[in-house]
């Protein structure tokens, strides 16, 4: 049986994570604090607070500012390379420019 696909606020693709279920859960549940806000010494994610705690959106799609600079922390990923974070902010992006 194939995963349910996770909506999260910024595109990511939780349903594929490990952590997910584990150390974290979804955005709506986390309300913007996953876990690897603690790893990287952030409060909060400023994609989810943004999003929606500022411009009351429901996903970054509805943004007319989407892939914006807060969207360059994925190139700061521990063990990734520019043309892996490429793929993965390129993934994101067309998720949510798909969303209604």
């Known amino acids: 049986m194939a ?6 606020v910024c595109g990511y693709s939780c349903s ?4 997910h279920g584990k150390e974290c859960r979804d955005c709506p549940e986390t309300k913007g ?10 409060d909060h994610c400023a994609i989810y607070d943004c999003c929606n705690n500022d411009r009351k959106f429901p996903h970054c799609g509805k943004c007319p500012d989407l892939m914006c ?9 521990p063990g990734i390379t520019e043309a892996e974070a490429n793929a993965t902010l390129a993934a994101m992006e ?3 420019r798909s969303r209604k």
């Open 3 to 8: 995963k349910k696909k996770i909506q999260t």
């Open 33 to 42: 604090i996953p876990f690897w806000t603690a790893f990287i010494g952030i």
């Open 94 to 96: 067309n998720e949510l």
């Open 16 to 19: 594929d994570c490990d952590h």
């Open 69 to 77: 600079n807060r969207f360059d922390r994925i190139r700061d990923t």
